[in-house]
């Protein structure tokens, strides 16, 4: 997919910058991971996912959108054990979000959305929004993923029984962003169905709602789950697609959402009398 990139906050000058201020009221702040996905696709992808959706969404909306360089290096501790992951830690993560929302504040923006390609950073990116809605009281802040916003898409088109983690539903994403992060002669079958895990992996996929984490080299010997080789051009397209068209409208309601005003009451104490 090619994008405009001018809607890019890196490349503009500061002058353009500031002459952005009545016209893009909203900031897409990407992040993205560098850690395995499987034997057929590249160390990248989230990243890519994230930075391509963050474009298209921006394109659709322009010139209401701008957006940040990518953050290419997420949490993801639980893909350690496959060589070429790097990871921070979730409260790194966490204050790197925070840090470039308030210089996003300090120039003026009092809407944000997180864009997250990468599940394992959504921990520390819910943290952040919390510190920052707590710092900055006028400030209207969002985040989200990317499959998560088209469960119902997603729930359409899987095939596997567990999938989640380069399965085909993220390789279909991949296919359709850029298909260099795709090997399709190297993608494989992981651990698609329950009996294909060890207990622990069975009973953190057996209760819905209850977070019971496992490594990834715990789950598969691959690093991937699902079917990857199930994967197609056709249903990324569907995934980002209707994800995009989701965000955008999501993003084109909050441009229009009047400025959020500091409370002008503090909040009540309430003493006993002794």
């Known amino acids: 997919m090619h994008t405009d990139r001018t809607h890019r906050l890196a490349d503009l000058t500061w002058p353009e910058i500031a002459a952005l201020a009545d016209r893009a009221p909203i900031a897409i702040v ?7 996905h499987g034997p057929g696709m590249a160390m990248r992808t989230d990243t890519t996912r994230a930075e391509v959706v963050a474009d298209v969404v ?3 909306l322009s010139p209401q959108v701008v957006v940040t360089p990518v953050i290419p290096v997420g949490v993801s501790e639980h893909h350690m054990a496959f060589p070429g992951t790097l990871t ?3 409260v790194t993560l966490q204050q790197v979000v925070h840090e470039l929302v308030d210089s996003l504040y300090r120039h003026g923006w009092r809407k944000v959305f997180v864009l997250t390609g990468h599940g394992g950073n959504n921990a520390a990116v819910e943290v952040a929004v919390s510190r920052l809605r707590a710092d900055f009281p006028d400030l209207h802040i969002a985040w989200s993923g990317i499959t998560a916003v088209v469960s119902d898409v997603v ?3 899987a095939t596997s029984q567990v999938r989640g983690h380069s399965c085909e539903i993220e390789t279909s994403q991949a296919m359709f962003v850029d298909p260099s992060l795709v090997f399709p ?3 494989e079958r992981g651990s698609a169905d329950l009996a294909d895990l060890d207990p622990a992996g069975q009973l953190s996929r057996a209760h819905p709602g209850i977070h019971f984490p ?3 080299d715990v789950l598969s010997r691959t690093g991937n789950l699902g079917d990857a080789r199930q994967a197609s051009l056709e249903a990324g397209e569907r995934i980002i697609q209707t994800a995009v068209e989701r965000i955008a409208t999501f993003l084109g309601e909050l441009a229009n959402l009047p400025a959020r005003l500091p409370s002008p009451y503090p909040p009540s104490i309430h003493v006993e009398a002794s």
């Open 30 to 36: 990407p992040l993205g991971a560098c850690e395995q």
């Open 58 to 60: 921006a394109q659709r």
């Open 88 to 90: 921070l830690s979730a």
């Open 155 to 157: 729930a359409d088109l």
């Open 185 to 187: 002669e190297r993608l």
């Open 214 to 216: 496992q490594a990834y």
